[in-house]
């Protein structure tokens, strides 16, 4: 197959290369803000992990990391298992994990203080069998964190030390090579031999003695068929030392050998890679012929940004068609391309830089040509990537068509099945009830779609995201459901599926919904005649009863706008208030402060006017508990809008009283506004939280939804204050009471700093002002404006 004749005929085109740990799009966007529901946006319908050897899991595609995991953390210990098999049985795995990596180097050399490992295991140690084994790891764990005499250990060819570790710098390397020597002379047998040797290499690379490095690799080291761990680590050495004597060609050879046969040593041997000159190598005629690893070469400069992906791919192809590192560079563009396919919405993770025009297209070119090499084995990785490479360029059609002639292995037929589910689920555009109904019902029924987290949330946000376009924010979030890509390796729980629905600021703060449209589109699903089975599960997720939830919702919006005989009729089918509010009320809404302080109770500050009026106001709720705030507590919203409704009747017939009724209307309506303490009656969220009433998202400043305008309870608050203020009757006192107010609710100021004086200036601005001057000047012989004039900073300031 002549891979390179099939690339040459885009020998221009411009392929995007995978850098160190890159990806194809190396832009985020967020998503619906911080919300944790949506933090990760994509679905891996593939499992990519499924898809190559596990010694490859580390070079997969994964976002927001270098390497899908810590290179080796998921691997077996290749150290740990030779030392097994060299003692076969005489320790446990567990021992020699013990012996080698906990025991101190101060109780093999004696030193007191350590006794506590004078144990079985020590004396075990003590056999007259085992001494050269002791000896061996004194002089190892002497060596461990050493690094060059010139370097200081700050590159790699310099030694290990980590720059947390401190340097061990009373060790004598000059004494510990002559030990290792000295070991490697006298060690019993090639595995112990190889172990002596490896020490004796790093040491004489560390002082910088190179071509001795080199030699003692040569004639001490012996690769065996049973043993090869430390004799990679030492070539691995020699390679460092090649390095710096400018032998490139002995360094790249030698490293890329490690790198295919050592897997916990690829991150540390890629980093040493990068340090070579690849265009010279290229162009070294003795570099190719001594090269036995070409793929691992083309890997490399793929996976590294060190050359173009395809087109060493393409190189990898013409010498292995079956190589693993050609699958693992196949299934990270997998990976890229179902990153952007399977994303929550436009905006997704991967939210800009799409890759340039034709990109999948000469993919799919590349994968046709490998499948249609008879050599290939497994033709199933390369189906995967040629079905992604249709739908990443728009083309399910293409794609189902080719899934539905395949016949898969029973290892690959899974994920074709979640892969034809997810096209078939995202190409449902609008609340097509019978066709989400139907995809539910084949997920239920199929083992390996129910249990497979990405396509289960990929569905169901998927729909979540339909019923918000839709306008139905709240059973967009009843649709969803919480995802991390992080767990995906656990299995979805289906049986829990009509338990939880998934984590929403916005449910939870609930005022977000205080619009009709919102409500009447929810009440709509919530009155459907026959609901599916996909709709039955998602309104199981909700706690609450849904109709409850929709009456006390409707009666808040209809409360808000005045409108409390409509609200009280609504409040009035809720089943179970008790979920919704308290039995009482808080009575002080209806008193005034002139401090604002939301850190404090009200009644602290208020001027305690709902305790003149008790008897007609009523009793005053009771904190529950010490432990709940009072600014939590839930009024009785029936019993808030008959007060109201019972102060407007009395200002109507009882004139001498009207001022004081419409002043502690207009009181409710502020405190019960943004700017009020009491503003959970009106918006269900506390002070802690009236912040978010500023910004359309929580965390999101550029969330498409724009900031509702409340603005009509703190008009409603002056349009009360007013009547309070216009009535004929009134106390002079209450009328005082009444301007203050009317300035807090048209508040109107801007303030700066002034150097001269070491003040802060505060400049009262529009009604704000015309309302303190006619307090000023209409009312300063009433004992209230001199509670405000003391108690109100801004007022006294701007009097003065």
């Excluded at 050493?146 to 009373?170: L, M, P, V």
């Excluded at 040569?218 to 030392?241: H, N």
Aim: aromatic share 14%; charged share 25%.
């Amino acid at each position: 197959m002549n891979y390179r004749l099939l690339l040459s005929k885009i020998w221009l085109f411009l392929f995007p290369v995978l850098g160190f740990g890159s990806t194809m799009n190396n832009t985020t966007g967020a998503f619906c803000g911080w919300d944790p529901a949506w933090e990760d946006s994509y679905y891996p319908i593939i499992d990519q992990f499924s898809l190559v050897n596990k010694d490859f899991h580390a070079f997969l595609n994964c976002p927001d990391n270098p390497f899908c995991d810590n290179i080796y953390s998921s691997l077996p210990s290749i150290n740990i298992q030779e030392w097994v098999t060299y003692f076969d049985g005489e320790f446990t795995e567990a021992e020699l994990r013990g012996i080698i990596y906990t025991r101190p180097l101060e109780w093999f050399l004696g030193e007191k203080g350590f006794e506590t490992y004078d144990d079985d295991l020590g004396k075990k140690l003590g056999n007259k069998k085992f001494r050269f084994f002791k000896e061996y790891l004194v002089l190892a764990k002497q060596t461990q964190h050493t690094s060059s005499d010139t370097s200081g250990g700050s590159g790699w060819y310099q030694g290990e030390r980590s720059e947390y570790q401190e340097q061990q710098k009373t060790a004598d390397k000059r004494e510990l090579l002559s030990q290792a020597l000295e070991l490697a002379a006298k060690a019993p047998d090639d595995f112990m031999r190889n172990r002596a040797g490896f020490q004796a290499v790093k040491m004489a690379h560390y002082l910088q003695e190179n071509e001795a490095a080199i030699r003692y690799f040569y004639t001490i080291l012996k690769k065996t068929s049973d043993y090869k761990y430390m004799y990679y680590r030492a070539m691995e050495e020699m390679a460092g030392a090649a390095y710096h004597q400018n032998l490139q060609v002995l360094a790249a050879t030698s490293y890329l050998e490690v790198y295919d046969q050592l897997p916990d040593r690829r991150s540390t041997c890629g980093i040493s890679l990068r340090f070579l000159n690849w265009e010279l190598l290229e162009n070294n005629p003795e570099f190719v012929a001594a090269n036995k690893n070409m793929d691992v070469k083309s890997f490399f400069k793929a996976f590294h940004g060190r050359g173009s992906v395809l087109r060493e791919m393409e190189n990898i192809a013409r010498n292995n068609v079956n190589s693993p590192y050609l699958e693992v560079l196949a299934v990270r563009y997998l990976d890229q391309m179902q990153s952007s396919i399977f994303e929550h919405n436009e905006s997704g993770y991967y939210d800009e830089s799409e890759p340039v025009d034709g990109y999948a297209n000469q993919l799919q070119l590349f994968t046709t040509a490998i499948l249609n090499d008879e050599n290939l084995k497994n033709k199933e990785v390369w189906s995967l990537v040629l079905t992604t490479t249709y739908l990443y360029q728009n083309e399910s059609k293409s794609a189902l068509s080719y899934i539905a002639a395949l016949s898969p292995g029973p290892a690959y037929k899974k994920h074709f099945k979640r892969l034809k589910t997810a096209v078939q689920f995202m190409s449902i555009k609008s609340l097509d009830r019978k066709k989400i109904n139907q995809i539910y019902e084949r997920i239920a029924i199929d083992e390996d779609l129910r249990t497979h987290k990405p396509t289960v949330a990929a569905f169901f946000n998927h729909i979540s995201a339909l019923y918000k376009d839709a306008g139905n924010p709240i059973t967009s979030v009843l649709a969803s459901v919480d995802y991390n890509s992080y767990s995906n390796d656990q299995p979805y729980d289906w049986t829990g599926v009509g338990n939880l629905h998934g984590s929403s600021w916005e449910y939870d703060a609930k005022h977000f919904y205080l619009k009709e449209e919102y409500i009447n589109n929810f009440d709509a699903f919530v009155g459907l005649p026959q609901p599916t089975s996909f709709e039955k599960t998602i309104i199981q997720r909700m706690k609450t009863q849904p109709k409850d939830y929709v009456h006390d919702l409707r009666g808040t919006y209809y409360l808000r706008k005045d409108q409390l005989e409509e609200a009280i009729i609504e409040f009035k089918q809720v089943k179970k208030p008790e979920v919704f509010w308290e039995e009482a009320v808080r009575t002080e809404l209806f008193s005034a402060s002139i401090k604002e302080y939301m850190n404090v109770p009200f009644t602290s500050i208020s001027n305690d006017l709902h305790v003149t009026y008790s008897n007609i106001l009523g009793e005053n709720a009771k904190d529950i508990n010490s432990k709940t705030k009072r600014e939590s507590y839930k009024d009785n919203k029936i019993q808030l809008a008959q007060t109201l409704m019972r102060l407007k009747q009395l200002a109507q017939i009882d004139p001498d009283k009207a001022a004081d009724y419409y002043y502690m209307i207009g009181n409710a309506w502020y405190n019960m506004s943004h700017k009020g303490w009491f503003m959970n009656s009106a918006y269900y969220i506390t002070n802690d939280h009236r912040n978010t009433l500023n910004t359309a998202s929580y965390g999101d400043e550029d969330a498409e939804e724009e900031v509702p305008d409340d603005s009509f309870i703190l008009e409603q608050a002056n349009k009360y204050l007013l009547k309070g203020l216009n009535s004929e009757r009134g106390s002079k006192e209450t009328k005082a009471a009444v301007l203050f107010m009317l300035a807090k609710t048209n508040s109107c100021e801007d303030g700066g700093y002034d150097n001269d004086r070491n003040t802060y200036k505060l400049h009262i601005c529009g009604e704000h002002k015309a309302y303190f001057n006619q307090l000023k000047d209409g009312y300063s012989d009433t004992a209230y404006y001199k509670e405000v004039l003391k108690e109100c900073s801004w007022f006294r300031n701007y009097v003065e």
